[in-house]
């Protein structure tokens, strides 16, 4: 079965000669392998594509992506148009949690809108129209049947949290509490969600973070057989992380919830069943049979998935297992100075410290204690109130919100970025190349984020600051920048401090840590580097929270609430790097 996608956004006929077309030996033998439809665009025929590649090596702006895949796949559930992205296969609903792991443009989303009714599937054909009795007949006697029946006769109520929390500001006018009021269905225990403070505020006023958990809240407050999460973590910090897991576990004691999350112990602590999507993101994603939490991510970072004999990854993403030493040695590097920041309203105090060559510090806190106030004052962007810095390390700093301001495509902006070509080209570039041909302003989130963060760790530095580079960012790309931000430092024997709330980014890219604590909003102190146990111990005690190691990927667990585990490590007061 050949898959033929060509990325519209990519594919200009006005400014290429449709090499597309002039190459293919299909056309050049006369046959109709590629035609134009009555825009001028190129349309490539399935049927008659031999799969031989060339119109994707010629494309100059590599818009053209030519995949076989085994016939067993049978049809897609669902396709977006004529050479298109297309999805196979549909997770199933359970009651408890089930979570869809998998990268971006994978179609996570499209998945989850077929089984929320919002989209009807076409099974891969744009121009037909399926009726329900034929997708039912498609899933008979799978667990999805009864679902799918349900949906048909309109029984099912969904609540949908989107991904973009964002479209709330644009859609709703009005005090957090007057879209409360109006989203009320039942009654929920909205405590842990702290909100009390900002009721009376208007929704057009409020932070991220602070609109994230108003949409969580009003989906909780639903009444619905099926709730949907999309991404529910961005912009949280570790605790409110925890907290509004903790909101939706207890919904799932009793109905159905499907979950899409990037940060791994969220996805982790939260999910019962996990469904592993792959294939090659914008072009084709497959749904994996429903596993086992545990069973499900470690598959993925194997990226091996057993009970379909199936590898979709040439490499595991492995964890180390022995906790890192005590303190990381090295030689002295750099100072960090003692200093004061004040702000109306707030104080941040910085104990200062000394990084060692080719470290990576990791930098963690609650939200609103002063992390990104510490980032600025040490790139120079804001001056000390109390203290000095001085200038004598050329600094590298990845601000937290990364705006697309250029007018070019990517490739034009690196070409125009000064940096340290060798090291780009080995270790960054192979993380952007496919965003090349793209307008710097058009690029999505997680796009822009991606292209921040390569060009900040390619310019030449003695310091490097990335403030949460794992932003909108799916897990592969998490622990591969984790990875390669780790690799960099040492090779350059700089180094860098990254702040950010993925506790399992933070475990596999930091070397030591410095903690954040104080009173949000008002007071932060920022302790000096310490080693990974001792201020994980620190950070995670404040929050209640033990991890485990898994055994087999070494990756850090959370441990569920009272649970053995959870009680012995916290009276052993070990709350990370156990066993
Ligand atoms: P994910 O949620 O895994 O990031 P999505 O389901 O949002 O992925 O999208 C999967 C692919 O489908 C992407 O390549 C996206 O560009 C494409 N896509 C999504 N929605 C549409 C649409 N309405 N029309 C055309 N293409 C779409
Ligand atoms: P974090 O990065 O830990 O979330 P920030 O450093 O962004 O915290 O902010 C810490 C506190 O300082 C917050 O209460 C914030 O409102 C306040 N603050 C940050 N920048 C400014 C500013 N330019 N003017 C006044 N207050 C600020
Ligand atoms: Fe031109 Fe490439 Fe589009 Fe073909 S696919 S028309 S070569 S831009
Ligand atoms: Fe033609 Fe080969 Fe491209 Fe298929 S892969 S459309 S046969 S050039």
Same mark, same amino acid.
């Given at each position: 079965m050949r898959v033929a996608v060509i990325d519209r956004d990519k594919c200009q006929p006005k400014r290429c000669a449709y090499e597309c077309i002039k190459y293919c030996p299909g056309v050049r033998m006369g046959d109709e392998t590629i035609t134009?439809?009555?825009?001028?665009?190129?349309?490539?025929?399935?049927?008659?594509?031999?799969?031989?590649?060339?119109?994707v090596k010629k494309c100059p702006f590599h818009a053209i992506s030519i995949v076989n895949l085994p016939e067993e796949l049978g049809k897609p559930i669902h396709t977006f148009g004529v050479n298109a992205f297309r999805v196979f296969g549909l997770p199933v609903p359970k009651k408890g949690v089930v979570g869809i792991i998998g990268p971006n443009g994978i179609g996570k989303t499209t998945v989850m809108s077929?089984?929320?009714?919002?989209?009807?599937?076409?099974?891969?054909?744009?121009?037909?129209?399926?009726?329900?009795?034929?997708?039912?007949?498609?899933?008979?006697?799978?667990?999805?049947?009864?679902?799918?029946?349900?949906?048909?006769?309109?029984?099912?109520?969904?609540?949908?949290?989107?991904?973009?929390?964002?479209?709330?500001?644009?859609?709703?006018?009005?005090?957090?509490?007057?879209?409360?009021?109006?989203?009320?269905?039942?009654?929920?225990?909205?405590?842990?969600?702290?909100?009390?403070?900002?009721?009376?505020?208007?929704?057009?006023?409020i932070s991220g973070g602070e609109l994230q958990r108003v949409a969580i809240a009003a989906t909780l407050q639903k009444k619905a057989d099926l709730y949907f999460f999309d991404e529910p973590s961005s912009y949280l910090d570790a605790r409110q992380r925890l907290s509004i897991a903790k909101v939706i576990r207890k919904?799932?004691?009793?109905?159905?919830?499907?979950?899409?999350?990037?940060?791994?112990?969220?996805?982790?602590?939260?999910?019962?069943?996990v469904h592993v999507m792959y294939g090659k993101g914008g072009v084709y994603g497959i749904v994996s049979s429903l596993k086992s939490v545990r069973v499900g991510i470690n598959e993925?970072?194997?990226?091996?998935?057993?009970?379909?004999?199936?590898?979709?990854?040439?490499?595991?993403?492995?964890?180390?297992?022995?906790?890192?030493?005590?303190?990381?040695?090295?030689?002295?590097?750099?100072?960090?100075?003692?200093?004061?920041k004040k702000y109306e309203g707030f104080?941040?105090?910085?104990?200062?410290? %000394?990084?060692?060559?080719?470290?990576?510090?990791?930098?963690?806190?609650?939200?609103?204690?002063?992390?990104?106030?510490?980032?600025?004052?040490?790139?120079?962007?804001?001056?000390?109130?109390?203290?000095?810095?001085?200038?004598?390390?050329?600094?590298?700093?990845?601000?937290?919100?990364?705006?697309?301001?250029?007018?070019g495509t990517v490739k034009q902006l690196i070409?125009?970025?000064?940096?340290?070509?060798?090291?780009?080209e080995y270790f960054l570039k192979k993380e952007i190349i496919d965003l090349y041909d793209k307008n710097v302003n058009e690029l999505s989130g997680g796009e822009i984020q991606r292209v921040a963060v390569a060009l900040a760790l390619s310019r030449d530095a003695d310091l490097y600051l990335l403030d949460?580079?794992?932003?909108?960012?799916?897990?592969?790309?998490r622990i591969r920048f984790a990875e390669i931000t780790k690799k960099i430092t040492e090779k350059r024997r700089s180094a860098t401090m990254v702040v950010d709330h993925d506790i399992v980014f933070q475990d596999y890219v930091s070397n030591r840590?410095?903690?954040?604590?104080?009173?949000?909003?008002?007071?932060?102190?920022?302790?000096?580097?310490?080693?990974?146990?001792?201020?994980?111990?620190?950070?995670?005690?404040?929050? %209640?929270i033990t991890y485990r190691r898994d055994p087999e990927t070494g990756r850090p667990r959370a441990n569920k609430p009272k649970s053995q585990k959870d009680i012995e490590q916290k009276q052993e007061g070990e709350y990370y790097y156990s066993f």
């Amino acid at each position: 079965m050949r898959v033929a996608v060509i990325d519209r956004d990519k594919c200009q006929p006005k400014r290429c000669a449709y090499e597309c077309i002039k190459y293919c030996p299909g056309v050049r033998m006369g046959d109709e392998t590629i035609t134009k439809d009555e825009q001028g665009r190129p349309v490539i025929s399935e049927t008659l594509c031999t799969g031989c590649g060339i119109c994707v090596k010629k494309c100059p702006f590599h818009a053209i992506s030519i995949v076989n895949l085994p016939e067993e796949l049978g049809k897609p559930i669902h396709t977006f148009g004529v050479n298109a992205f297309r999805v196979f296969g549909l997770p199933v609903p359970k009651k408890g949690v089930v979570g869809i792991i998998g990268p971006n443009g994978i179609g996570k989303t499209t998945v989850m809108s077929i089984v929320a009714g919002r989209l009807v599937p076409n099974l891969g054909n744009p121009n037909k129209k399926v009726s329900w009795d034929e997708l039912i007949e498609l899933f008979r006697g799978q667990e999805i049947q009864t679902h799918l029946e349900a949906l048909s006769k309109g029984e099912l109520r969904v609540a949908f949290k989107p991904q973009n929390v964002d479209l709330i500001q644009k859609n709703f006018n009005g005090t957090v509490k007057g879209l409360l009021e109006e989203t009320h269905e039942r009654n929920v225990d909205l405590a842990p969600l702290e909100l009390d403070e900002i009721l009376d505020r208007d929704i057009s006023d409020i932070s991220g973070g602070e609109l994230q958990r108003v949409a969580i809240a009003a989906t909780l407050q639903k009444k619905a057989d099926l709730y949907f999460f999309d991404e529910p973590s961005s912009y949280l910090d570790a605790r409110q992380r925890l907290s509004i897991a903790k909101v939706i576990r207890k919904l799932s004691e009793n109905r159905k919830v499907i979950l899409v999350e990037h940060d791994l112990a969220v996805l982790d602590y939260l999910s019962d069943y996990v469904h592993v999507m792959y294939g090659k993101g914008g072009v084709y994603g497959i749904v994996s049979s429903l596993k086992s939490v545990r069973v499900g991510i470690n598959e993925f970072l194997e990226g091996y998935l057993r009970a379909e004999n199936m590898r979709f990854r040439d490499h595991a993403m492995k964890f180390e297992l022995k906790p890192p030493a005590e303190e990381w040695k090295g030689k002295p590097y750099a100072t960090i100075p003692k200093f004061i920041k004040k702000y109306e309203g707030f104080v941040l105090k910085v104990d200062g410290g %000394e990084l060692v060559e080719g470290e990576v510090i990791g930098i963690v806190g609650p939200n609103a204690i002063g992390k990104s106030t510490f980032m600025r004052v040490l790139a120079g962007v804001e001056k000390p109130t109390e203290g000095e810095i001085k200038d004598t390390y050329k600094i590298s700093y990845k601000p937290q919100y990364v705006s697309a301001d250029f007018d070019g495509t990517v490739k034009q902006l690196i070409t125009k970025t000064e940096m340290n070509k060798e090291l780009f080209e080995y270790f960054l570039k192979k993380e952007i190349i496919d965003l090349y041909d793209k307008n710097v302003n058009e690029l999505s989130g997680g796009e822009i984020q991606r292209v921040a963060v390569a060009l900040a760790l390619s310019r030449d530095a003695d310091l490097y600051l990335l403030d949460e580079p794992s932003a909108f960012l799916d897990v592969e790309q998490r622990i591969r920048f984790a990875e390669i931000t780790k690799k960099i430092t040492e090779k350059r024997r700089s180094a860098t401090m990254v702040v950010d709330h993925d506790i399992v980014f933070q475990d596999y890219v930091s070397n030591r840590l410095m903690v954040f604590e104080g009173v949000p909003g008002k007071e932060g102190r920022a302790h000096s580097p310490e080693s990974m146990h001792s201020g994980m111990n620190k950070f995670l005690k404040k929050m %209640e929270i033990t991890y485990r190691r898994d055994p087999e990927t070494g990756r850090p667990r959370a441990n569920k609430p009272k649970s053995q585990k959870d009680i012995e490590q916290k009276q052993e007061g070990e709350y990370y790097y156990s066993f």
